[in-house]
């Protein structure tokens, strides 16, 4: 299984406009991908309410992670969305 840790660069965390942003390009995906904040349970990555409520705030480390056929492509693609800033 595919994973990928990487540090949330929006300013307000996965929260409103970013958590929009990566849940509408993880539900693209043709796998299920999760993400979790370090030490938690992994929530689907597809739904904005799990990436809110997930409360991943700017600099938290989270892991991403997907399984089957195009796992890769798909936790790489969500990966640098999350570690970009999309505040703006």
Not at 29 to 53: C, F, H, R, Y
Request: charged share 15%.
């Amino acid at each position: 299984m595919p994973q990928r840790r990487v540090t949330v660069a929006s300013k307000v965390g996965l929260h409103a406009r970013p958590a929009a942003l990566v849940a509408k390009a993880a539900a693209a995906q043709p796998v299920t991908v999760t993400i979790a904040k370090d030490g938690g349970e992994p929530v689907a990555a597809g739904s904005v309410l799990n990436l809110m409520t997930l409360g991943a705030a700017f600099g938290d480390e989270v892991v991403i992670a997907a399984d089957g056929s195009g796992a890769e492509e798909a936790v790489t693609a969500i990966a640098q969305l999350v570690a970009t800033d999309l505040d703006s």
